[in-house]
């Protein structure tokens, strides 16, 4: 008897949770805003189940919250103290992940950094136009700094570090859009991919902590960025 082939249906939960997603990319729900699953499931034409398994995966993306006895909402914008906070976080962790990466770096692994760092330089253009820019923009400047995690070969600093995803979701998300400084991004993480390919692992830390505190300065900068409160 020959096996079933496998259905390549999406699941309906894994639908949902892409439908929601993008309907935060795209502004669709704002921060703060109820999410509750009774509209939701008549708005989409689809059962609870499935909007309860979508919604507690984005809860763990940090872009939505539940309350007890309230249900789900959409996090709040991150407050400029909380953002300048998450970058300190940010500032002590990633310039020791450059530098135990730069330690251990790989052609493999310097070929696909070089090729994040041209598909931040490819999104650039529209990070500020739109949200589809947007997104393109954030996604490769995650995976960029990801890549590094990883290959820091340090278990404990790349979790402490993948536990601050949430956080980074929320501040890219409900950041306003026209306050990216993608260009000046761009020259930056070059200049640590440089580095990294030179072996310069002190260097490449360095050049990642003045990344983040140049990041860290723009967003805090820019008036109207982050809500002050």
């Known amino acids: 008897m020959s ?40 708005e989409l034409d689809v059962s609870q189940t499935p909007l309860r398994e979508a919604l507690a995966r984005l809860e763990h993306t940090g872009l939505v919250q539940r309350e007890a006895l309230k249900g789900y909402r959409v996090a709040d914008a991150l407050s400029a103290r909380e953002v300048g906070k998450l970058f300190d976080a940010r500032l002590v962790l990633e310039p020791a992940l450059t530098l135990e990466a730069g330690l251990r770096t790989t052609p493999e692994f310097l070929d696909t950094l070089r090729e994040a760092v041209e598909e931040l330089d490819a999104s650039a253009a529209g990070a500020d136009t739109g949200p589809e820019g947007f997104q393109h923009y954030w996604t490769s400047d995650d995976a960029f700094h990801r890549l590094i995690a990883t290959q820091s070969d340090n278990a404990f600093l790349e979790q402490a570090f993948l536990s601050l995803g949430g956080h980074m979701h929320r501040f890219r998300l409900f950041t306003k859009r026209g306050h990216t400084g993608a260009a000046h991004a761009v020259e930056e993480h070059r200049a640590i991919c440089d580095a990294l ?15 983040l505190s140049n990041a860290k300065a723009r967003i805090l900068d820019a008036k109207g960025a982050v809500r002050t409160a």
């Open 3 to 42: 096996p079933r082939p496998r259905s390549t249906r999406e699941p309906i939960a894994d639908r949902m949770y892409n439908v929601l997603l993008q309907q935060l990319f795209q502004g669709e729900r704002v921060a703060g805003s109820p999410l509750n699953i009774g509209a939701l499931s008549r």
């Open 197 to 211: 390919e030179r072996r310069q692992a002190e260097r490449a830390s360095e050049l990642m902590r003045r990344h």
